[in-house]
C-alpha cells in the first residue's frame, strides 16, 4: 500500500540498521580492547565468573609470593646455622686437641681463648641473624631462642587465597632445644664481656667431657635444620602447584574474557557490509513517497 503518512519499508530498514550499527560497534568495541566483555550487558552471567577466577588469580599470585618469601626465610635460617654448624665443629676439633695428652698447658689457654672467641660467635648469630629487619632466633636481646621468627609452636604461612589455604609448622621446640645444647658448651655463649672466659677446655678432663656435649649441640643444629629444610621443600611443592593452578584459571578465565580476534573481524566486517546496505535501501525506501505524487498528476 502507497502511504505518505507510514513508510512500512524506511521504518523497517531504518530498524534493521539501527540494530547492524549496535552491533558493529559492539565488534570494533571488542577488538579495540581486546575483551569480548566489556560491560555486564555483553554478559552477565560470564562476568560474574570472570571475576571470581580474577579473584583466585590474584590472590594465588601473592600466595607464591608468600611461598618465595617464606623460603628465602627459611634459607637465611639454615645458613646461619650452617655457620654455626662449622663453629661447633672447630669448637669440638679444639677439645679433642686439648683432650690429648700432647697439649701442654699453654696449649691449652691458647685453644680456651680460641674456644672462649667462638662461644660468643654462637651466641651472636643466634641474635643478630633477621630477615627483613626482624630476628630469626630471637629478639636480638635473648640467646633462648625466644622473642624470633621461629620462635613459635605454629609458625603460619598463607599459601593460597582461601581462608583455609594455610601451612602451619613448629620450629620452637628444635629452636628451644638448639638454645639449651648451644648455651650448655660455652661459658661465653651470648655475652659479649671481655672479662667472662670458660674453663671447657682448660683441662684434659674438661675437653674430654665437652666433647659429647658438642656432639649433642651438633645434633640439636642438625635437627633444626631439617627441620627448615622440610619446611622449605614442602613450601617450594606449594608454589609449583600454584603456578600450575594459576596458569589453567588464568586460560578459564581468557576463554571467557578475551576476544577471539578471528570471530570478531569476521563479525565485523558483515556488520559493516550490512550497514552499507541497509544505508542504501533506506535512501531507496525513502523514494516511495514519490509515487504517491506521481498518481495525484
Do not use: C, P
Amino acid at each position: 500500500m502507497l502511504s505518505l503518512n507510514t513508510n512500512a519499508a524506511a521504518l523497517s530498514t531504518q530498524g534493521s540498521l539501527n540494530q547492524t550499527q549496535k552491533a558493529l560497534s559492539t565488534s570494533m568495541t571488542r577488538l579495540g580492547t581486546g575483551f569480548r566483555i566489556n560491560s555486564a550487558m555483553d554478559d552477565a552471567a560470564g562476568l560474574q565468573i570472570a571475576t571470581r577466577l580474577n579473584a583466585q588469580v590474584s590472590g594465588m599470585g601473592v600466595a607464591q609470593r608468600n611461598t618465595q618469601n617464606a623460603i628465602s626465610m627459611m634459607q637465611t635460617a639454615e645458613g646461619a646455622l650452617n655457620e654455626v654448624s662449622n663453629i661447633l665443629n672447630r669448637m669440638k676439633d679444639l677439645a679433642t686437641q686439648s683432650a690429648d695428652a700432647s697439649s701442654t698447658a699453654t696449649d691449652r689457654t691458647a685453644m680456651q681463648s680460641e674456644y672462649d672467641a667462638l662461644g660468643k660467635e654462637l651466641g651472636n648469630i643466634v641474635k643478630n641473624t633477621t630477615f627483613a629487619g626482624t630476628g630469626v632466633f630471637s629478639n636480638g636481646t635473648s640467646t633462648t631462642g625466644a622473642g624470633g621468627i621461629l620462635s613459635s609452636t605454629g609458625l603460619q604461612f598463607q599459601i593460597g587465597a582461601g581462608t583455609s589455604e594455610t601451612m602451619q609448622i613448629d620450629t620452637q621446640t628444635n629452636l628451644g632445644a638448639l638454645a639449651t645444647a648451644l648455651n650448655s658448651v660455652s661459658a661465653t655463649y651470648g655475652t659479649t664481656a671481655a672479662a667472662v672466659t670458660g674453663a671447657e677446655v682448660n683441662t684434659q678432663t674438661g675437653a674430654n667431657t665437652i666433647i659429647g656435649t658438642l656432639s649433642t649441640a651438633l645434633d640439636a643444629v642438625g635437627t633444626m635444620r631439617s627441620t627448615l629444610g622440610a619446611a622449605s621443600n614442602r613450601l617450594d611443592h606449594v608454589y609449583n602447584n600454584l603456578q600450575n593452578m594459576s596458569t589453567n584459571v588464568s586460560q578459564a578465565k581468557g576463554r571467557i574474557m578475551d576476544t577471539d580476534y578471528a570471530t570478531e573481524s569476521s563479525n565485523m566486517t558483515t556488520k559493516q557490509m550490512l550497514l552499507q546496505a541497509s544505508n542504501s535501501m533506506l535512501k531507496q525506501s525513502n523514494s516511495l513517497s514519490g509515487l504517491v505524487m506521481s498518481l495525484l498528476q
